[in-house]
């Protein structure tokens, strides 16, 4: 098996990776990049990392020659350079949610990968939680029968301590993935169209930031080769709610729907007016063997961290990220979650904002598959 050094940028949840990633018989070494050298220090004893895998300054990391493969874990806004300065640099690259904050990062990014023949891979959480892999098996196996609507929701608290200033004011849906890849992967299709709304209004501090007025954004998707239609909301601020990352699918067999407080339970709906309640399995089974524990809540290195203070560990996600990915690299294959994939997954969000700064005009998605 090829043997792989990955670097992880990022230490906020980034360093949740840096166990899996160790155990993975694909690997070789693993470094770690942050800003930070006390965090940089406490890591390295922790994990037992190589010091000369450490790095204070991401522009060092795509420079090294041993250095295989880059996953970066760091604030949005820095996605598109450094997924840019990776792939430029020949490195396989995985980068966390969302691509990029605009249609023409993504186009830049789609267009790096193609150029550089590395991997690239979104680590798009909301596509391996325990609850999307067993919808999306219900879908697989015929046992929804045709779907008919799906809906999917991100409500969020981000006034929270903790957050990065930058989030402030964030337009809801301008970071749309973890609402809208669910409903299009679960369709295996892509976003065509999309009619924004926005309702409510932010606190005038919010607003200016992003000269963003919406408290909440729903759009409605067009589905390329589907008569499927698909509903997304997102939240950021000045909404009262607890944390909800949800999809909803509609079939002619059956239907499931999201829980509507963490851990009720979800609801099968399967014929006249039967519904139960469910606790959907774990997915460790579908996992190599030394990263499968990896899917429980209590292997969470850092609970307290505000990603997962909301959001219940990110569904048992992480170790199917980093098996996808590696997988890819040493398969040689496009991975699940490919370039022009994430471009389609964050532009459904981009033009969704575009549409809501704009009456509700209906906005084409481009196609970065042509």
Known sequence: MKQITVVIVGMGFGKEFIPIYQRHPAIKRVGICTRNRKTLDELKAKFNLDEDLLFTNYEDVPKREDVDAIHIVTPVPEHAKMTLASLNAGKHTACTIPMAMTVEDCAAIVAAKRKANKVYMMMETALYTREFLYGLNLAETGQLGRIQFVRGSHIQDMSMEGWDEYWKGFPPMLNGTHAISPLLRINNTKAETVVCHGSGRLSDDLAKRYNAPFAVETATFTLKNSDVVAEATRSLFDVVRQYRESYDVYGTKMSFEWEQLQDEEHIIFDGGENARRIDVPDTDALLIPEIASFTKREKIDDPNHVSFLQG????????????????????????????????????AGICAHESAMNNGKRINIPDFEK
């Open 312 to 347: 219940a560990g990110h569904g048992g996600s992480h170790p199917h990220l980093v098996q996808e990915f590696l997988a890819a690299i040493v398969e040689g294959r496009d991975s699940a979650v490919d370039a022009h994939i994430a471009a389609n997954y964050t532009c």
